[in-house]
Nanobody, 124 residues
Framework: QVQLVESGGGLVQAGGSLRLSCAAS????????MGWFRQAPGKEREFVAA????????YYTDSVKGRFTISRDNAKNTVHLQMNSLKPEDTAVYYC?????????????????WGQGTQVTVSS
């Protein structure tokens, strides 16, 4: 079993920054990937970023490239999402998730464990 707990969400003005963290417990992650997704009211859950745990290869959706950075801390079994230059359209509940595959995937069904989500609200 794997437990994922997100933190770091909140309310920020447009142009501001937030850093989300996802603490994982349970099985090790050496051959897995971790991803961040988000879901705004009335919309489907969408991929944001992913990282391969073993070699830190990353992948981002186009709308966050250059603004968001995903990283991982092996010692703490934690994955972070640094979000800069935030826009009102970034407002959503953000979820971290673990994939059993050793590559970055953007499809939610490819992830087998999910956190409870953390709210990010960007005001204009």
């Amino acid at each position: 079993q794997v437990q994922l707990v997100e933190s770091g969400g909140g309310l920020v003005q447009a142009g501001g920054s937030l850093r989300l963290s996802c603490a994982a417990s349970g099985r090790t992650f050496s051959s897995y990937a971790m991803g961040w997704f988000r879901q705004a009211p009335g919309k489907e859950r969408e991929f944001v970023a992913a990282i391969i745990w073993s070699d830190s290869t990353t992948y981002y959706t186009d709308s966050v490239k250059g603004r968001f950075t995903i990283s991982r801390d092996n010692a703490k079994n934690t994955v972070h999402l640094q979000m800069n230059s935030l826009k009102p359209e970034d407002t959503a509940v953000y979820y971290c998730a673990k994939s059993p595959y050793p590559y970055c995937t953007v499809v939610p069904v490819d992830y087998d464990y999910w956190g409870q989500g953390t709210q990010v609200t960007v005001s204009s």
